[in-house]
């Protein structure tokens, strides 16, 4: 299998590789055709949900907290593979009845290792609920967690001097996958480029070398009250957005600070992307497209930008590989409009860093919260991150107000797309769905009628709907 490069970034590229990682940059551009991809999308399909694929296991650290278990399996195998399955809307289970625990009756047990980089803020509220979670819907299903906290963001700085101490990356990717909560906060905010927590977040992106970040963005019919929108706008809402998320402008080189010729300061940034970059995304986008509703919009700026010209013509380009899949392009700035105005005409978008950053952010208040939405970043091969879209949200942090689901809805994502685990994570976006159907929401959420419950609350109550629904 060819292994993708993270070409095209410049000298921030090395910049990372340098203090973040222990990688060596690669030069190789290898072209990843649509037949490598299908090839790579049939490797990353269910290797690891068949019963005796499993993570690397065996690494028990200080901090592993398996849960109890009758039967303890050390299991080995390769890297997490990911199944690059999209569904559709997982408000349409119909999750089963009934009345016993079969984790102890499973025909085998897989055991992960799994890296939790709590982060600042609201970090540690919501990774705390989310490991519970992963532990108990897990456990009903034969899987066993191994797990390694390792340090991130401004909690990084107080500890080590830098966002992203080597150790934390190299435990991350030892790890069969990686969930993070949030990094930032005021008490950083001034620091310098180089030591602030957000260039922590950025390290572990190139690092894990994670390029296809999927965030899905559904309106679940009991929030529909919550959003912002109109009710027959907002309703039925079923949207993913493929950003791409290792190059672009957050990692562009001219980048920094400098006076123009009227002694003023100036700060400059560099959008940048290579043809196999935008090639790469482009298949993430179409594959997953596919896979929904045979629809893919990419946004760009191809009107201003060049960068963004590149980026259309390649899409085009791969276009032609993929007959049953319908392409239309838009601008970024129609496509923020169009979000507002009509967003049930979207499927799949795929676009850029800084667009995919900001156009995910936009499309969260359609479901009610930026504290529902979870991610998945994806890479060729090795760990997948997985973590919320929202920020630490520092104006709420230790006070019980952050919403988890997010970071609960990332663990279901941990465990479709990074482990191969669909029955677990089915369990877990049933089990939010019976607590939003029971009426618990956090503040952000919160709507007349409804009972609301802090951050600590929505996990008890999320843990019990986990509980009370075992299938065998
Ligand atoms: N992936 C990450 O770790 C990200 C980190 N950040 C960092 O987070 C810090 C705060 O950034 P902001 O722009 O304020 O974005 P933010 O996403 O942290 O917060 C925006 C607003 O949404 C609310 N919010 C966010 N998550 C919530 C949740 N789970 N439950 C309830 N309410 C929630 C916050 O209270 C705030 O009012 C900054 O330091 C920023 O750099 C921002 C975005 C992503
Ligand atoms: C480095 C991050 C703080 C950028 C961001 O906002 C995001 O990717 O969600």
Redesign the pocket.
């Known amino acids: 299998m060819r292994k993708l490069t993270l070409s095209g970034h410049g000298e921030g590229d090395e910049e990372m590789v340098e203090r973040g990682t222990a990688n060596t940059k690669m030069k190789e551009k290898n072209k990843v055709t649509s037949k490598s991809i299908n090839r790579r999308l049939i490797d990353w399909r269910g290797v690891r949900g068949k019963g005796q694929g499993a993570g690397k296991s065996g690494s028990n650290s200080s901090s592993d907290q398996p849960v109890a278990m009758a039967v303890h399996l050390r299991l080995s195998a390769g890297r997490s593979k990911f199944e690059f399955q999209v569904k559709k809307n997982f408000a349409n289970f119909s999750p089963k009845w009934a009345a016993v625990r079969c984790s102890d009756s499973a025909p085998s047990r897989r055991r992960y290792t799994i890296t939790l980089l709590p ?5 540690p509220e ?1 990774v705390s609920v989310a490991k519970n979670v992963l532990e108990l819907a897990g456990s009903i299903e034969g899987i066993e967690f191994g797990f390694k906290e390792m340090p991130i ?1 401004g909690a990084a700085l107080d500890v080590a001097g830098v966002p992203l101490p080597e150790e934390t990356l190299s435990v991350a990717k030892e790890s069969d996958a990686v969930l ?7 008490k ?2 001034n620091n310098e480029k180089q030591l ?3 260039t922590g ?1 950025l390290q572990l992106r190139a690092g894990l070398k994670v390029f296809a970040n999927l965030r899905p963005a559904t309106v679940l019919p009991q929030l529909v009250d919550a959003s912002t929108l109109k009710k027959e706008v907002a309703e039925g809402v079923d949207l993913m957005v493929v950003r791409e998320l290792t190059g672009g402008i957050y990692f562009g080189r001219p980048r920094g600070f400098t006076t123009n010729d009227n002694g003023e300061k100036t700060g400059f940034n560099t959008e940048v992307y290579s043809s196999s970059e935008v090639d790469r995304i482009a298949r993430v986008g179409f594959e997953t497209a596919r896979k929904r509703h045979g629809k893919l919009c990419s946004v760009d700026k191809a009107n201003v930008l060049e960068a963004s010209m590149l980026w259309r013509e390649r899409v085009t380009e791969i276009s032609s590989e993929y007959p049953d899949v319908e392409l239309t392009h838009m601008y970024v700035d129609n496509a923020a409009m169009q979000l507002l105005r009509y967003p049930k005409q979207f499927d799949t978008i795929v676009t850029n860093n800084i667009f995919g ?1 900001i156009l995910s ?1 936009e499309a969260s208040m359609i479901t009610g ?3 529902m939405l979870p991610s998945a970043s994806l890479g060729e091969s090795g760990p997948g991150l997985f ?10 942090a230790g006070q019980d ?7 609960v809805l990332s663990v279901a994502m941990l465990l479709r797309y990074g482990l191969g685990e669909g029955k677990a994570a089915e369990r877990i976006e049933t089990a939010v769905l019976e607590t939003l159907n029971k009426g618990f929401r ?3 959420i919160y709507s007349a009628g409804n009972k609301l419950v802090g ?1 600590k609350e929505m996990g008890e109550q999320v843990l019990k709907a986990v509980d009370s629904r075992v299938q065998c």
Do not use: Q
């Not at 993070?180 to 005021?186: F, R, T």
């Not at 973590?387 to 709420?396: C, K, L, Q, R, V």
């Not at 107000?401 to 970071?407: E, F, I, V, Y």
């Open positions: 982060g600042d803020g609201i970090g919501i963001g993070l909560g949030a990094i930032g906060g005021y950083w905010d602030k927590p957000e977040l950053d952010d919260s930026i504290g973590e919320p879209i929202h920020g630490s949200a520092p104006d709420i107000k952050a919403n988890p689901l997010a970071t956090t503040g952000d951050c």
